[in-house]
């Protein structure tokens, strides 16, 4: 049994294993019980074999034995659980501690066994939400996941939240693993509560950004947009205000769809739709008297409409506003690397120089590709998504000055971070960036090359492995 790291070894049985401590010591099953802090009725039951202990006074054993927290747990679930149905009262407190001893494998194989009977369910699906929503994501991956099997032919609201759940816990660095999990979870959107469809359309949509389905982004916009207006609607006419389960007020969403929109039509270099879009969002959000959610949220929102019109102008080409934009994104340091996304692209296409720009902004840049990055309110996968493209984009800009050294620098930090997701298409518009300029890169920088396409073949041989 490995425990904690450690390779143990234990009796057949608790009750075995216990008897033998007690003979080793010399102690007697008064004494034993006194130390245990466990009734010796209890404890004469259960080594008679007519009762099993609590959880708690299994970890008083385990205690006072000297041995490692969870020692017993695999004996005691093959024991308890396995061959009965257990009692829901000793089993949820068994789960819970195996969760904070991530005992994954011990949850995985009692939960196995009893989702057989429907009858735990519901109490496994209340479980699974806690965890979740107490970080404890490994493990509530199993419940779900287990759920699923269990109610994948009852097409149930709670089938489709369970698949959710596991959609927003595999979501990853690694973009072929999104795009599994997206195309997996897709199907469900439609089963879900409405109000959690708004929740969920938006995340796909941040999957799919990273992905740069662009054409997909603008569906799940305009559906986002649709089922916002159709719960909007829904409230206005009722007469009893229902308790929100959305995380944000509904406003919000068709605000944030046409906020999606105007994304997209700024990648597809549709300026003067982008702002209307962008304009259209700012109009959603201008509440009249708004609680102090709703001001945060407007003012979030005008806030990214403010940078957007700044990110329109240096798009098209008006370098004279790039030190406002730099004013701007300095009193709002979630942006910077947005930002300066677009405005090392734009000076790559207009031919303009952001060298102050970019050694005033330097301790920020630094950090892009550290965890000191500041999150704000992006996903993890568009800040590693976005980091990719400014690097890559910085090695072009270097190109373009022949400032050799940073450029292949740049285009090596893109690489290695493209590699690191598994982003097939950042991947090779780096590899091939470093083939046009290969002749320029210096010893160090071409051995760190050859490694990192070593990798490359590495991950594409198990790729091959797999398939077969």
Known sequence: MIVGGKVLKTSSTISSYISDYLNEKGYNLKQFSTICEIN???????????????????????????????YFYETYAAEC?????????????????????????????????????????????????KWYREGLYKASLILYQCLTESEKYHHSTRLALCQYRIFAIKISMNQRNNISAAAQFEPYIEKLEEEVQLDAIKDLAHV?????????????????????????????????????????????????ANLLKA???LEHQEYEKALEFTKKCEEIVDIANPAPEEQEITERFRNWAEGNR?????????????????????????????????????????????????????????????D???????????????????????????????????????LLTSLELSINCDDDFWVIQCVDLYGQYRIYSNENQEQKYVLLMERIVKRKLVDIENID
């Open 263 to 265: 994304n997209i039509c």
């Open 208 to 256: 799919y950004l990273t992905m740069r389905y662009w054409d997909s982004v603008y569906l799940l916009a305009e559906q986002l947009e649709r089922k916002a207006d159709f719960q909007i609607k829904m409230q206005s006419n009722s007469k009893r205000r229902s308790k929100r389960i959305a995380i944000y007020p509904l406003y919000a969403y068709k605000a944030y």
């Open 310 to 370: 700044y990110l329109y102008s240096i798009s098209v080409g008006k370098c004279e506003i790039l030190d406002a934009y730099l004013n701007y994104i300095e009193k709002n340091s979630s942006e910077i690397l947005v930002a300066f996304v677009y405005i090392v692209e734009a000076a790559n296409k207009h031919i303009f120089n952001i060298d102050n720009a970019l050694d005033r902004f330097d301790y920020h840049i630094k950090s892009f590709h550290t």
């Open 81 to 129: 659980f396995m061959e009965i149905d257990p009692h829901w009262k000793r089993l949820k407190p068994f789960l819970f501690r195996c969760s904070q001893l991530d005992m994954l494998e011990c949850i995985n194989r009692v939960v196995q066994h009893i989702t057989d009977n429907r009858s735990y369910l519901n109490e496994l699906f209340d479980v699974g939400e």
């Open 372 to 410: 000191k990055c500041l999150k704000g309110v992006y996903t993890n996968q568009i800040l590693n998504y976005r980091t990719i493209r400014f690097y890559h984009s910085l090695a072009r800009y270097r190109i373009n000055q022949q400032r050799w050294t940073y450029a292949i620098n740049n």
């Open 40 to 70: 010796v009725g209890s404890l004469s039951a259960m080594l008679t074999g007519k009762r099993f202990l609590s959880i708690k006074q299994l970890d008083n054993l385990t205690r006072v034995m000297g041995l490692v927290e969870g």
